[in-house]
């Protein structure tokens, strides 16, 4: 799709110069040559999957390095308008970038998703679209949890006052027909639920989970060390809840970066869990999740 524009997207831009110098350069070139730039619009991004091997299309992709003639312009917040000082035919490459453990200034090129390649066509003072859809590198390794089956790949550990429970319905699934619940009362304050079967996988580890809750929720790992029968407990990353002021509490997508805990040398019998407590004063919490996948190679 094109459009006529005249003026850059600053705001963007500006967004944009805080992650990558490249694009001081850029600027200059433009007020030295006087030159005529087209615009790359970055539309919307898609995940491609085979559901069975690899899970949902879920995706929470915020950034995009961008480059033109294997040329670097910058890390590119998704639907920006990137102006290029060229026209005609040219090679766009994109390689998507998310927020590593769901921090705004913990930007990273994700290392499941294959770079984007094509060629598009540039006019001078035009914005020429473009809407990638990636897919993963196929050595990439799955395990998945969509709380599709009867069952679940979660054990509750004996401190637990409950466990996790399967829940139907459109306001408590995000895609399929159920997803998991993590319920906590004033009778039943606490649960930890981990991964009833161990892995052992290397860096790099990622835990791609959907969330949405009125509680923060705390993310963890289990492994026994080299020559020792202790478990050890690493508390990792709290999740905050997504409720709002208004009430609402939508479903929201993480990267949670478990490439250390799940390659400690000599460690064995990892796996991670998920707990959540009874906030002080509250009668009741919950914390819903869907599409669970740890990937890794």
Not at 14 to 21: C, E, F, K, W
Not at 35 to 54: F, I, R
Not at 66 to 92: C, H, I, M, Y
Request: net charge negative; hydrophobic share 40%; with cysteine.
């Amino acid at each position: 799709m094109k459009g006529k524009s005249t003026v850059p997207d600053l705001n963007h831009m500006l967004r944009a110069l805080q992650y990558a110098p490249v694009v001081f350069a850029l600027f200059a070139s433009c007020k030295k040559s006087d030159g005529v730039p087209s615009y790359l619009g970055l539309g919307t991004v898609n995940v491609q999957t085979e559901p069975e091997m690899q899970g949902s299309g879920s995706h929470n992709i915020t950034d995009l390095w961008v480059f033109v003639n294997d040329q670097p312009l910058g890390v590119w917040e998704a639907g920006s308008k990137v102006p290029v000082l060229r026209s005609g035919t040219v090679n766009v490459k994109l390689i998507a970038g998310v927020r590593r453990n769901g921090l705004r200034d913990d930007r990273i090129q994700y290392p499941f998703y294959e770079t984007w390649s094509g060629d598009l066509d540039l006019v001078e003072l035009n914005t020429t679209t473009v809407a990638p859809d990636l897919i993963y590198f196929g050595n990439s390794l799955f395990w998945l949890e969509d709380f599709e089956s009867a069952g679940h790949k979660f054990s509750r550990s004996d401190d637990s006052d409950t466990t996790l429970n399967l829940v139907h319905g459109a306001d408590t699934v995000l895609g399929g027909a159920a997803s998991g619940e993590l319920l906590v009362t004033s009778d039943r304050p606490f649960v930890r639920m981990f991964t009833t079967d161990p892995f052992d996988v290397g860096p790099p580890a990622f835990l791609e989970l959907d969330y949405r809750s009125d509680h923060r929720m705390l993310i963890g790992v289990l492994y026994t060390a080299a020559g020792s029968s202790t478990v050890t407990d690493v508390p990792y990353l709290y999740l905050s809840p997504t409720l709002r002021s208004d009430g609402g509490m939508p479903w929201t997508k993480v990267y949670v970066d478990l490439s250390e805990l799940m390659s400690v040398p000599g460690a064995s019998n990892q796996r991670f869990y998920v707990q959540m407590d009874l906030n002080s004063g509250a009668s009741s919490g919950r914390v819903y999740l869907d599409d669970l996948k740890l990937v890794h190679r």
